[in-house]
């Protein structure tokens, strides 16, 4: 089991940067693989990136590729999200996600979510 707790969301600019982190409780967080979501009203979900348990691989949706990066520090059970170039389509509630197997869509474990608003 871990719980998954999301902050750093808030209001932006177009063009504008945000972090988001999302903190794992328990020993074992260097055992799941993380990934990002998100949702927009009136969406379904979307993924929007993931990274391996050691940080040593990662994807993205290709709607993010280039503007965001997904990183890891097992140290602090932390992953983040690094947003640069943010655009007001980006506009969201965020959810980070663990699940023990990388490569797929299917997490087991959810955080509450973080919402982000892009203003034009």
């Known amino acids: 089991q871990v719980q998954l707790v999301e902050s750093g969301g808030g209001l932006v600019q177009a063009g504008g940067s945000l972090r988001l982190s999302c903190a794992a409780s328990?020993?074992?967080?260097?055992?799941?693989?993380m990934g990002w979501f998100r949702q927009a009203p009136g969406k379904e979900r979307e993924f929007v990136a993931a990274i391996s348990w050691s940080g040593g691989s990662t994807y993205y949706a290709d709607s993010v590729k280039g503007r965001f990066t997904i990183s890891r520090d097992n140290a602090k059970n932390t992953v983040y999200l690094q947003m640069n170039s943010l655009k007001p389509e980006d506009t969201a509630v965020y959810y980070c996600?663990?699940?023990?197997?990388?490569?797929?869509?299917?997490?087991?474990?959810w955080g509450q979510g973080t919402q982000v608003t892009v203003s034009s």
């Open positions: 328990g020993r074992t967080f260097s055992s799941y693989a």
């Open positions: 996600a663990a699940d023990p197997y990388f490569g797929h869509y299917e997490y087991d474990f």
